[in-house]
C-alpha cells in the first residue's frame, strides 16, 4: 500500500442534503455476507475486480466529488463491521450515512502503474472497519505506443492472452476493488453508473435488452429437449493441477488473464426462444475446457459441475446493494460422457457440441426461472441466530473443509451486456471492461466475462495452489478455443439429430 495515497480516516464529504446527519444504524449480516465472512483466508483474498477503460482523462476534483455522492446516493455501500466479540449471535454491519474514508487513490503514474494495480485488486482487501469497503484507483495510461500496461506478460494483463488488442491508447482506467464480504460486483457497477452520471450529466438509466431480428435457417429448441440436468450427489471432476516452483514469499494468492473474443455466432431467431444464448455458449465453452484441459493432463473423465450465478435484482437507482445473486449448478454428466471423445478432440465434432448447446440451453431456462435461496437451505440453517457467531462460524468452516469434494468444477460469471452508458463525458464513455471473481480453492478458477462493443471481455482467474501463470495463460487460449467450437454455421445445424 505505500505506492498508494493513505487513506483519510476522517469523513469524506457530507454527499447530498440530509447525509451527515444520517444516524449509524446497524443491520445484521445476510446469509451470503455471514458465510463469506467466516471462511475468509489471508492467503487468498476475497476480492472482486471491475476495470473500466475510458478514453479521455476525468477531471480528479469533479471524479472524487462525483464517486462520493454518488456513495452517499446509495447508502447501503456506506457500511462497515461493527465491532464484534465471537460470543454474539450475529455480525452486524454499521450503516454509516458518509464515507469515513476517501476510496479515490491516484497511484503514481508510470510504465507498470496499470500492472501494479491488477497485482493489488487480487491481494489487498479494501477494509471492513473502514467505510465504504471499495477502493477506487485511477490509472492514467501513456500513448506511447509502447505497450504500456497492455499486460505484456501474458498473466495478468489485459491484452496478454488470446485476442488481445495490443498497445496502449492513452486515456484512464478505473480499478475498483471490492471486499466481497459487503457486496458484490453488479451493485458496485450500479454505484459506479451513479458516479458518471452526476460526473458527466447524461442519463445513465439502465437501457433494455436488444431484440434479436429473427431470420431464415434455425428454430427454436427441439421438442424433445431433454430435462434439465441437477447437480445431485455427485463428486464433479477437480481442474487439473500445472504449476511449477514458486517464491516461497509469493505465497498463494490468484494470478489472472484478461482479455478480449469475438462473440461467437448464433442460429437466428425464427420466433419462439432462442435455440440457445450467449450464455449457453459460454457454459459450454468452459466445460469443453475444462475436459480438453484434463484431458491433456492425462486426468480421468467426470461430471464438469459449473456454478452460476443468477441475479434477478432491477438495474436502476433502486437496485440493492450487496450481494444480490442467487447461485445454482449446471451440471454436465452421463449424456456429456457419451460425447466425450467427441468433444475433446481437436477441434471438437460440431455436431456434439450443438447437441450440448441445446441440451445446456434447456437446462439453464429451467434453473433461472425456478425459485430459489441464494445459498440454499444449509446455508440458511448455518446462520440462524442460535448459537454465537464465532462458533457457527467454527462448524461453517469445518463444514466447508469436509465438503470440499463436493464443490463444483468451477465458477462461470456472465455479467452480459452492461446496461449503463457509463458516460463520463469529456472523459468518454468505457471502450473496455472487465471483472473478476475470487477464485479460492477448492474450486481454484473462475470465469467471468462481459460483452462491450460487440466483443466478450474474458477474466481468468486462478489460484496459485492450483495454477501458475503460464499455466494460466495456456488455459485461457484454450477457452478461447473453446469458445470458437460453440460458433454457429448453417452446415453444423444440418448435423443435429
Not at 477531471?59 to 454518488?70: I, K, N
Request: glycine share 12%.
Amino acid at each position: 500500500m505505500t505506492a498508494l495515497q493513505p487513506a483519510r480516516r476522517e469523513p469524506a464529504g457530507d454527499g447530498p442534503p440530509g447525509a451527515v446527519g444520517r444516524t449509524v444504524r446497524r443491520i445484521p449480516f445476510p446469509v451470503v455476507d455471514e458465510i463469506t465472512r467466516h471462511c475468509l483466508t489471508a492467503d487468498e483474498p476475497e476480492t472482486v475486480h471491475i476495470e473500466v477503460h475510458l478514453p479521455g482523462r476525468p477531471d480528479p476534483a469533479r471524479l472524487r466529488a462525483a464517486f462520493r455522492e454518488a456513495l452517499c446516493r446509495h447508502p447501503r455501500i456506506l457500511m462497515r463491521q461493527a465491532p464484534h466479540r465471537w460470543w454474539r449471535r450475529r455480525y452486524a454491519w454499521e450503516l454509516t450515512g458518509v464515507p469515513d474514508v476517501d476510496p479515490v487513490v491516484y497511484p503514481p503514474p508510470g510504465p507498470d502503474a496499470l500492472d501494479r494495480a491488477r497485482e493489488r485488486a487480487l491481494a489487498d482487501l479494501p477494509p471492513l472497519d473502514a467505510s465504504p469497503p471499495v477502493r477506487l484507483e485511477v490509472i492514467e495510461r501513456v500513448a506511447d505506443g509502447s505497450g504500456e500496461g497492455a499486460g505484456d506478460d501474458g498473466g495478468s494483463g489485459a491484452d496478454g492472452g488470446p485476442g488481445g488488442t495490443g498497445g496502449s491508447g492513452g486515456g484512464t482506467v478505473l480499478l475498483i476493488t471490492i471486499n466481497h464480504t459487503a457486496l458484490d460486483g453488479p451493485a458496485c457497477l450500479r454505484v459506479l453508473a451513479t458516479a458518471a452520471q452526476l460526473y458527466g450529466g447524461a442519463d445513465n438509466s439502465p437501457a433494455a435488452p436488444p431484440v434479436r431480428a429473427a431470420g431464415p435457417g434455425a428454430g427454436g429448441p427441439p421438442q424433445d429437449a431433454p430435462p434439465p440436468g441437477g447437480r445431485g450427489l455427485v463428486r464433479p471432476v477437480r481442474i487439473a493441477a500445472d504449476r511449477g516452483p514458486r517464491p516461497a514469499a509469493r505465497g498463494t494468492g490468484n494470478g489472472m488473464l484478461i482479455t478480449e473474443l469475438p462473440v461467437p455466432a448464433r442460429p437466428p431467431r425464427t420466433g419462439g426462444p432462442a435455440a440457445y444464448t450467449v450464455n449457453d455458449q459460454l457454459l459450454v465453452a468452459t466445460c469443453l475446457m475444462v475436459a480438453r484441459w484434463n484431458r491433456l493432463h492425462g486426468r480421468p473423465s467426470g461430471p464438469v459441475v459449473i456454478t452460476m450465478p443468477v441475479d434477478d435484482r432491477p438495474r436502476g437507482t433502486d437496485m440493492p446493494i450487496g450481494n444480490g445473486t442467487r447461485l445454482v449448478s449446471v451440471g454436465f454428466g452421463a449424456t456429456e460422457r457419451q460425447d466425450a471423445a467427441l468433444l475433446t478432440a481437436e477441434p471438437p465434432d460440431p455436431a456434439a457440441v450443438a447437441r450440448l448447446l441445446r441440451a445446456t440451453a434447456a437446462r439453464t431456462r429451467s434453473l433461472k426461472s425456478a425459485p430459489g435461496s441464494q445459498l440454499g437451505l444449509g446455508a440458511s440453517l448455518l446462520t440462524a441466530p442460535v448459537l454465537p457467531a464465532g462458533l457457527r462460524g467454527a462448524v461453517t468452516r469445518a463444514l466447508r473443509t469436509a465438503a470440499a469434494p463436493l464443490a463444483s468444477t468451477t465458477l462461470l460469471s456472465n455479467i452480459g451486456r452492461i446496461p449503463y452508458p457509463l458516460d463520463f463525458g469529456d472523459a468518454g464513455r468505457p471502450t473496455a471492461v472487465w471483472f473478476s471473481a475470487p477464485a479460492r480453492m477448492p474450486r481454484g478458477l473462475t470465469v467471468t466475462t462481459v460483452s462491450v462493443g460487440g466483443r466478450i471481455q474474458l477474466a481468468l482467474r486462478w489460484s496459485h495452489a492450483l495454477l501458475d501463470d503460464t499455466a494460466g495463460a495456456r488455459l485461457g487460449t484454450l477457452f478461447a478455443q473453446s469458445l470458437a467450437a460453440t460458433s454457429w454455421t448453417p452446415e453444423t445445424e444440418g448435423d443435429v439429430p
